[in-house]
C-alpha cells in the first residue's frame, strides 16, 4: 500500500449568493405556514446565504452532473492537472440527474476526458465520503496514479411548489409540516471536488490521508431523511416503484423529501459513541487535532454536537472548528470538499497539522471520519 496525498481541490457554487429574504423567489411557498417555518429553520440551522441552480421562474440553470465536472475542472487546476491526466472518478450525490446511469458517468460525459474507470455513490451526505475513500483505495493499491472524488447537489429542483402538489398542508401541526419545510429551507445547490495522487505537490501544501472510517446504523434505524415512500412506518413504506407508475407514487405524495426528527434526535448518542470509537481506535486525542472539519445541518445540531463531546471528555477546542455553512448553505455530500477546499485556500497550514472530517449522515444513520496530515 503506498500512501496517498490530495494535491488539489475545487469547488463549484451556482450563481450569486441568494440571501435569506431572496430564497422564495426561487422556491417558492407550500402554504400558509411556510414563511413562519422558514424563519424558525433559518433561526435553527443559521444560514445567512446560499446558492441555487435556478433562476427565478424555477428554470434550471446546469445540471447535477455539471455542477460536479466544474469543481473536478477546478480541483485540477489547483492541483496543476489536466482532467485529461485523470484515472479515477468517484461520484457522490443525494439524487443524480437521471435514475439510469448513476451520476459518475454523466460526470465523465461532461468532463469530456479520456477513457476512465468510474464509480457512482448514491447515499445522502454520506455519499461524499463513500466517494472519497474509494479514490483513495483506488490510488493507495497502486490500481492508479490520479484519481478524482466529488460531491455535488441539486436541491432546490425537488423544492418546487409543484413536487407538493400532492401534499395537503392546510390540515397539518407545525410539526408536521416542518418535515417538509426544514429541508426546503435548509438544502441547496452546488459541487466540490478534490484530486488524489501518490505523491504530494512539492510546490503548496498536500494533505496526506492518514485513514477514513465509515459505520453505517441502518440495522437500528429506519429511514429518517428519505424520499420515494409516504412514510417510513411499515405501512407507508412502499418504494415510489412498486405503485404502478410514477404519477400514481406522486399522487399518493411518495416522491417528497422528508426529515423524521425524532429519529434524528435518536442518532446523536450513537454518532457521537462511533467518534470516540474511532478516537480510540486510532489513539487519537482532540487536543491533537488542529482543525475540525465537522458537517452538520444546522447550527442548533452543531451546538448539540458540542455539548455531548463536552459531556464526554472529547471536545475539541472550539477555536479549531471549521464551518462556513452560514455563507455557503448545506449542500449535503458536497460540503465537506468546500471545507476542504476553503480550509487549503485560507489557512496557512504547517507540515504536521492534523485535520479530522466528520460527516453524519441521517439518511438511515451513517458516520464517516477522515484523518489529514498537512505535508
Same mark, same amino acid.
Request: glycine fraction near 8%; hydrophobic fraction near 40%; proline fraction near 5%.
Given at each position: 500500500?503506498?500512501?496517498?496525498?490530495?494535491?488539489?481541490?475545487?469547488?463549484?457554487?451556482?450563481?450569486?449568493?441568494?440571501?435569506?429574504?431572496?430564497?422564495? *423567489?426561487?422556491?417558492?411557498?407550500?402554504?400558509?405556514?411556510? %414563511?413562519?417555518?422558514?424563519?424558525?429553520?433559518?433561526?435553527?440551522?443559521?444560514?445567512?446565504? %446560499?446558492?441555487?441552480?435556478?433562476?427565478?421562474?424555477?428554470?434550471?440553470?446546469?445540471?447535477?452532473?455539471?455542477?460536479?465536472?466544474?469543481?473536478?475542472?477546478?480541483?485540477?487546476?489547483?492541483?496543476?492537472?489536466?482532467?485529461?491526466?485523470?484515472?479515477?472518478?468517484?461520484?457522490?450525490?443525494?439524487?443524480?440527474?437521471?435514475?439510469?446511469?448513476?451520476?459518475?458517468?454523466?460526470?465523465?460525459?461532461?468532463?469530456?476526458?479520456?477513457?476512465?474507470?468510474?464509480?457512482?455513490?448514491?447515499?445522502?451526505?454520506?455519499?461524499?465520503?463513500?466517494?472519497?475513500?474509494?479514490?483513495?483505495?483506488?490510488?493507495?493499491?497502486?490500481?492508479?496514479?490520479?484519481?478524482?472524488?466529488?460531491? *455535488?447537489?441539486?436541491?432546490?429542483?425537488?423544492?418546487?411548489?409543484?413536487?407538493?402538489?400532492?401534499?395537503?398542508?392546510?390540515?397539518?401541526?407545525?410539526?408536521?409540516?416542518?418535515?417538509?419545510?426544514?429541508?426546503?429551507?435548509?438544502?441547496?445547490?452546488?459541487?466540490?471536488?478534490?484530486?488524489?495522487?501518490?505523491?504530494?505537490?512539492?510546490?503548496?501544501?498536500?494533505?496526506?490521508?492518514?485513514?477514513?472510517?465509515?459505520?453505517?446504523?441502518?440495522?437500528?434505524?429506519?429511514?429518517?431523511?428519505?424520499?420515494?415512500?409516504?412514510?417510513?412506518?411499515?405501512?407507508?413504506?412502499?418504494?415510489?416503484?412498486?405503485?404502478?407508475?410514477?404519477?400514481?407514487?406522486?399522487?399518493?405524495?411518495?416522491?417528497?423529501?422528508?426529515?423524521?426528527?425524532?429519529?434524528?434526535?435518536?442518532?446523536?448518542?450513537?454518532?457521537?459513541?462511533?467518534?470516540?470509537?474511532?478516537?480510540?481506535?486510532?489513539?487519537?486525542?482532540?487536543?491533537?487535532?488542529?482543525?475540525?472539519?465537522?458537517?452538520?445541518?444546522?447550527?442548533?445540531?452543531?451546538?448539540?454536537?458540542?455539548?455531548?463531546?463536552?459531556?464526554?471528555?472529547?471536545?475539541?477546542?472550539?477555536?479549531?472548528?471549521?464551518?462556513?455553512?452560514?455563507?455557503?448553505?448545506?449542500?449535503?455530500?458536497?460540503?465537506?470538499?468546500?471545507?476542504?477546499? %476553503?480550509?487549503?485556500?485560507?489557512?496557512?497550514?504547517?507540515?504536521?497539522?492534523?485535520?479530522?472530517?466528520?460527516?453524519?449522515?441521517?439518511?438511515?444513520?451513517?458516520?464517516?471520519?477522515?484523518?489529514?496530515?498537512?505535508?
Amino acid at each position: 500500500m503506498q500512501d496517498v496525498f490530495i494535491t488539489g481541490s475545487g469547488s463549484f457554487l451556482p450563481g450569486a449568493p441568494v440571501d435569506n429574504g431572496e430564497m422564495e *423567489s426561487r422556491i417558492g411557498l407550500l402554504g400558509e405556514q411556510s %414563511r413562519r417555518l422558514k424563519a424558525l429553520t433559518l433561526r435553527q440551522n443559521g444560514i445567512r446565504q %446560499r446558492h441555487y441552480a435556478v433562476d427565478n421562474a424555477g428554470n434550471p440553470l446546469f445540471t447535477n452532473a455539471q455542477m460536479a465536472a466544474r469543481a473536478v475542472e477546478a480541483a485540477c487546476d489547483a492541483a496543476r492537472r489536466d482532467p485529461v491526466q485523470l484515472q479515477y472518478l468517484a461520484c457522490g450525490t443525494t439524487q443524480a440527474d437521471l435514475l439510469v446511469p448513476g451520476i459518475a458517468s454523466a460526470v465523465h460525459g461532461e468532463l469530456g476526458c479520456s477513457p476512465m474507470e468510474i464509480s457512482s455513490h448514491q447515499s445522502v451526505c454520506g455519499s461524499s465520503m463513500m466517494a472519497i475513500k474509494s479514490a483513495w483505495l483506488n490510488v493507495r493499491a497502486g490500481q492508479h496514479r490520479i484519481a478524482a472524488a466529488s460531491g *455535488s447537489e441539486f436541491s432546490s429542483r425537488w423544492f418546487q411548489p409543484g413536487f407538493y402538489r400532492a401534499i395537503d398542508f392546510s390540515s397539518m401541526s407545525t410539526g408536521e409540516a416542518m418535515q417538509y419545510e426544514f429541508l426546503r429551507w435548509t438544502l441547496s445547490d452546488g459541487a466540490g471536488a478534490l484530486v488524489m495522487e501518490a505523491e504530494p505537490d512539492p510546490q503548496r501544501p498536500s494533505l496526506k490521508v492518514d485513514w477514513i472510517e465509515q459505520k453505517s446504523f441502518a440495522d437500528r434505524f429506519p429511514t429518517c431523511m428519505y424520499a420515494g415512500a409516504r412514510g417510513n412506518h411499515p405501512e407507508d413504506s412502499r418504494p415510489w416503484g412498486h405503485y404502478g407508475s410514477p404519477g400514481a407514487a406522486f399522487e399518493q405524495g411518495a416522491m417528497v423529501l422528508r426529515q423524521d426528527f425524532d429519529l434524528l434526535d435518536q442518532m446523536f448518542p450513537v454518532w457521537m459513541g462511533y467518534f470516540l470509537e474511532v478516537l480510540d481506535k486510532h489513539q487519537l486525542s482532540p487536543r491533537d487535532i488542529h482543525y475540525f472539519l465537522p458537517h452538520y445541518s444546522a447550527r442548533s445540531l452543531g451546538e448539540r454536537m458540542k455539548t455531548l463531546l463536552t459531556r464526554a471528555a472529547a471536545m475539541i477546542p472550539e477555536e479549531r472548528w471549521r464551518n462556513h455553512q452560514q455563507d455557503v448553505g448545506n449542500v449535503g455530500s458536497a460540503s465537506i470538499f468546500l471545507l476542504i477546499d %476553503r480550509l487549503l485556500r485560507e489557512e496557512k497550514l504547517a507540515s504536521g497539522d492534523r485535520i479530522l472530517c466528520f460527516v453524519p449522515e441521517s439518511g438511515r444513520c451513517l458516520a464517516s471520519f477522515m484523518c489529514l496530515t498537512a505535508v
